[in-house]
């Protein structure tokens, strides 16, 4: 094995190891939580040895970087998240590699990622990207809708062609009243998901927990970790 790899299949060990921790605490089963790396600011090489590494689920917050990424490991079985804020002229290129846009957080970008998905002739799964300390019918600073548009939007996803509401995403928020509180964050997630998932019983991803909220996230209930850091080390400051 190289360095890197040797280096990455040990943070892949000790979060795995966290994750199996997490679980058991929680008396959660070990599968009902799937790890997602997040491979921003790092290269294909990394990517292809995380797959050697039995890594299966990879996301990325930005098309520039992420859209020549997945072309060059488009030969390995790999599902792409799309985990960043998403402007509607990158969709066309992210619904090129993406499985599952998980920062879906206004009606535009649903009409524009449906146009895509069409005429690409694939399904995408959507998560919406809700947004705790975002005020009633606003957004929030690093994207996401306040937790009442998410039933305007998920009716919206529903209706989409080419689209499949897979559920919900959150970023622990930095500031307001959940700042520094990710257990009551991801709990009150859990409870926004519960109520989606009284009438879509299929969109049943929740999506929260990074390197450092990871084992909060699974106590609460997600269903999907989101780990960059502590798998692939301290990523440079972008410019
Ligand atoms: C970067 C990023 C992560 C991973 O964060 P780490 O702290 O490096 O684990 C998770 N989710 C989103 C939306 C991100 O942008």
């Known amino acids: 094995?190289?360095?890197?790899?040797?280096?990455?299949?040990?943070?892949?060990?000790?979060?795995?190891?966290?994750?199996?921790?997490?679980?058991?605490?929680?008396?959660?089963?070990?599968?009902?939580?799937?790890?997602?790396?997040?491979?921003?600011?790092?290269?294909?090489?990394?990517?292809?040895?995380?797959?050697?590494l039995g890594v299966r689920h990879v996301a990325e917050n930005r098309d520039q970087d992420a859209a020549p990424?997945?072309?060059?490991?488009?030969?390995?079985?790999?599902?792409?998240?799309?985990?960043?804020?998403?402007?509607?002229?990158?969709v066309r290129s992210v619904v090129g590699y993406a499985d599952v846009v998980q920062s879906v957080d206004r009606l535009k970008l649903v009409s524009a990622l449906s146009a895509a998905?069409?005429?690409?002739?694939?399904?995408?799964?959507?998560?919406?990207?809700?947004?705790?300390?975002?005020?009633?019918?606003?957004?929030?600073?690093?994207?996401?809708?306040?937790?009442?548009?998410?039933?305007?939007?998920?009716?919206?996803?529903?209706?989409a062609p080419g689209l499949r509401l897979g559920g919900l995403m959150t970023v622990a928020p930095l500031v307001g009243s959940y700042a520094g509180r990710q257990r009551a964050a991801f709990e009150r997630l859990m409870d926004l998901s519960t109520a989606l998932r009284a009438t879509r019983p299929t969109a049943n991803m929740v999506s929260a927990g990074m390197s450092g909220d990871l084992e909060e996230a699974v106590a609460a209930g997600a269903t999907h970790v989101r780990v960059g850091t502590a798998v692939l080390g301290v990523r440079p400051k972008l410019g």
């Open 1 to 52: 094995m190289t360095d890197r790899k040797s280096e990455l299949a040990a943070n892949l060990a000790r979060v795995e190891e966290r994750i199996a921790e997490a679980c058991a605490a929680a008396g959660r089963a070990r599968d009902e939580v799937t790890l997602i790396v997040v491979t921003k600011t790092y290269p294909a090489s990394d990517v292809r040895f995380l797959h050697e």
């Open 117 to 159: 998905a069409v005429k690409a002739d694939r399904e995408l799964g959507c998560l919406i990207q809700v947004a705790l300390d975002a005020e009633a019918g606003g957004r929030g600073e690093r994207g996401g809708v306040s937790p009442d548009g998410i039933e305007e939007l998920a009716a919206a996803v529903d209706a």
């Open 69 to 90: 990424k997945a072309a060059a490991c488009a030969d390995l079985d790999l599902s792409w998240h799309f985990v960043g804020q998403l402007q509607t002229n990158k």
